[in-house]
């Protein structure tokens, strides 16, 4: 049965809106929790990513992100590429919102084990609560 690890960046940030932004970004370090080395690189499966919003202000009834995932702070060494998202928004605060990524391909990052999620909205504007990466442990 596979085993799973996950990172998980609860940094609130803000101005999120129809341009990806280098100060618009969720830091990962994808280590294991385990005492394995990984000797400064990550070599893994990632399964899902999960991204979490709030103040979602008036957006149609569809309102996608786009996720964009690279291994440098800069945002230019991609390794997920633009994909888009619809936010499923909450039952009794419509404000707040989650959306997921499936992406199920193994993965190599050789300089580092750290990861950069950034994200845009199609339209308006909310800001980025919580992001998650889930990985197989080897």
Request: charged share 20%; hydrophobic share 35%.
């Amino acid at each position: 049965m596979a085993r799973y690890d996950d990172s998980i960046v609860e940094t609130i940030v803000t101005g999120i809106n129809n341009t990806f932004g280098t100060s618009k970004v969720h830091k990962h370090e994808l280590s294991k929790k385990e005492s394995i080395p990984t000797f400064g690189s990550f070599r893994s499966s990632i399964p899902v990513l999960y991204i979490h919003l709030d103040t979602l202000g008036s957006l149609s009834t569809n309102p996608l992100v786009t996720l964009k995932a690279t291994t440098d702070e800069d945002g230019d060494k991609i390794w997920f590429p633009d994909t888009d998202a619809q936010i499923a928004r909450g039952i009794t605060t419509t404000t707040k919102g989650t959306a997921v990524y499936k992406f199920q391909l193994p993965i190599s990052i050789m300089c580092s084990d750290d990861v950069f999620l950034f994200i845009k909205l199609d339209q308006g504007t909310c800001r980025l609560v919580k992001s998650i990466i889930i990985w197989e442990i080897p």
